[in-house]
């Protein structure tokens, strides 16, 4: 069991910068993949970023060059830090954790409960 508690959101104007943290109490934390997500009001859930547990990163091509995601497996946090604001990503940031366990053939998935970004002037 991973608990998830997204923190960093805020008001920014365009531009700025934000860094979000994701901190994840349980046990185990180095095994799972982590992402973010973000949900605009009217809009679906939407991939901004993952890092798998070997450290491989994948962004959405929205984010790319501006976002970067990280991730401190002593202190069972991630991260993301968000330059160049604009208001189109303005959303509901989330937090998730999935690991798929070869031993049980289960897929164990956390969310948080989000964190609020909004750009604008």
């Known amino acids: 069991q991973v608990q998830l508690v997204e923190s960093g959101g805020g008001l920014v104007q365009p531009g700025g910068s934000l860094r979000l943290s994701c901190a994840a109490s349980?046990?185990?934390?180095?095994?799972?993949?982590m992402g973010w997500y973000r949900q605009a009001p009217g809009k679906q859930r939407e991939l901004v970023a993952t890092l798998t547990r070997g450290g491989i990163t994948r962004y959405a091509e929205s984010v790319k060059g501006r976002f970067t995601m990280s991730r401190d497996n002593a202190k069972n946090t991630v991260y993301l830090q968000m330059n160049s604001l604009k208001p189109e990503d303005t959303a509901v940031y989330y937090c998730?954790?999935?690991?798929?366990?070869?031993?049980?053939?289960?897929?164990?998935?956390?969310w948080g409960q989000g964190t609020q970004v909004t750009v604008s002037s």
């Open positions: 998730n954790a999935v690991y798929s366990s070869t031993a049980t053939l289960r897929v164990y998935n956390y």
């Open positions: 349980g046990s185990s934390f180095s095994i799972y993949d």
